[in-house]
């Protein structure tokens, strides 16, 4: 009988992902750039075409007005699949799981390959334990985004859970590609429970 696989305490999954702006300062390196991150307080101005950006400011410090932001961003075509996708984190960490799975396929529907929405609607998933959808969209991220660590972490976990421990341990060793040394390590205890629990199961196998 193959040994029962353990998860090491550091093993919880990472969560949501918020879409950043994407800064294009190197573009134009005369201009100011009035949305750059500072420590400066912010003006209560409402952009005539920033809506995101200005959502985004108030959302990074906790700032419950970010919502209605982002909605006026959906509501003037400003960035319209990144609000939505941080309209459903919103929503999530407010418990509102159905209205944050709305906003994760609508954030979808503008753009099939968003990869934070795939990545986030994975982790909605994961915590109402859907893991086969969960999976799916997680590797439909990793598609869209090979080198963002974090997704396969958690696409490992659910891997794992699903018993696929070879492509679970694939999926490791590839977020300890990505990560610095230190993090890496933090992974090592859940890799080495993958190798031996694979390794018991083929020798369950081999004695059959």
């Not at 353990?6 to 005369?30: L, N």
């Not at 753009?111 to 909605?124: C, I, K, V």
């Not at 799916?136 to 859970?161: G, K």
């Amino acid at each position: 009988m193959a040994q029962i696989l353990k998860f090491p305490v550091q093993a919880s999954k990472f969560g949501f992902k918020r879409v950043k702006k994407r800064w294009k300062a190197a573009e134009h390196p005369d201009q100011l750039d009035l949305f750059a991150p500072s420590s400066a307080q912010i003006l209560p101005f409402a952009p005539d075409s920033n809506w995101f950006e200005h959502a985004l400011m108030y959302d990074e410090r906790g700032d419950t007005r970010a919502a209605e932001l982002y909605v006026k961003a959906i509501e003037e075509n400003n960035c319209v699949a990144d609000a939505y996708c941080n309209l459903g984190i919103i929503e999530s960490q407010k418990g509102n799981t159905a209205t944050a799975f709305d906003h994760f396929t609508a954030s979808q529907k503008q753009d099939p390959r968003h990869s934070e929405s795939h990545y986030n609607l994975g982790n909605l998933y994961f915590e109402v334990n859907d893991h086969r959808l969960a999976q799916v969209h997680y590797e439909l991220a990793v598609e869209v985004d090979p080198l963002f660590p974090n997704v396969y972490f958690n696409l490992a976990l659910v891997q794992a859970m699903s018993s696929d421990l070879a492509a679970a341990i694939n999926s490791l060793t590839r977020y300890q590609e990505l990560v610095s040394e230190q993090e890496g390590r933090a992974a090592a205890q859940l890799l080495d429970n993958l190798k031996r629990s694979l390794a018991a199961a083929q020798n369950s196998v081999g004695f059959k």
